[in-house]
T-cell receptor, first 111, second 114 residues
């Protein structure tokens, strides 16, 4: 299963917006895009997901390109607690809902 | 409400041995998935079980097996352990099997194979 592609690391300043990019050029029409984040010594935590339309929730926004080959996770105001590894994921629902994780982007937030 | 729980938290085994890892999903969740996370990499999907049936399998050898019980808890078994099986094993539960639901992950079991 083809994985998504993300920058290895990104840096942000506290209280500034963060845009985390993801490339998923081989995604199929039925695959959802999920984002999870993982803090050290913890399991991944759900952030947001979408199929075609842009999505907003209390944690973040997800902007999906019209051709669905890329997406961007937007944290509107980064806090120190947002420092984590962020995974952009293909969710394959005709194969039992499995999540295909990429390498992730390690986000650091400077005060 | 309790989250996903996994036991044990840490485990040390030697090559060739067998191991059983346990997972209790969030109350009301009928789907359990297992993932392997090697240090420095993203988690890799191993299995998904929904309503006690296997619904998805990742690219892992037959040494890996799992089952789900009537109370929706699950066990992951790994036979003939190899050094490369050393990893964090994560369990995730969700409400339904095939819908794009949020998956809730447990803290994982850290397996070390010597």
């Amino acid at each position: 299963d083809a994985k998504t592609t993300q920058p290895n690391s990104m840096e942000s300043n506290e209280e500034e917006p963060v845009h985390l990019p993801c490339n998923h050029s081989t995604i199929s029409g039925t695959d959802y895009i999920h984002w999870y984040r993982q803090l050290p010594s913890q399991g991944p935590e759900y952030v947001i997901h979408g199929l075609t339309s842009n999505v907003n929730n209390r944690m973040a926004s997800l902007a999906i390109a019209e051709d669905r080959k890329s997406s961007t996770l937007i944290l509107h105001r980064a806090t120190l607690r947002d420092a984590a590894v962020y995974y952009c994921i293909r969710a394959i629902y005709n194969q039992g809902g499995k999540l295909i994780f990429g390498q992730g982007t390690e986000l650091s937030v400077k005060p | 409400d309790a989250g996903v729980t996994q036991s044990p938290t840490h485990l040390i085994k030697t090559r060739g041995q067998q191991v059983t890892l346990r997972c209790s999903p969030i109350s009301g969740h009928k789907s359990v998935s297992w993932y392997q996370q090697v240090l420095g990499q993203g988690p890799q999907f191993i299995f998904q079980y929904y309503e006690k049936e296997e619904r998805g399998r990742g690219n892992f050898p037959d040494r890996f097996s799992a089952r789900q019980f009537p109370n929706y808890s699950s066990e992951l078994n790994v036979n003939a352990l190899l050094l490369g099986d050393s990893a964090l094993y994560l369990c995730a539960s969700s409400l339904a099997g095939l819908a794009p639901n949020e998956q809730f992950f447990g803290p994982g079991t850290r397996l070390t194979v010597l």
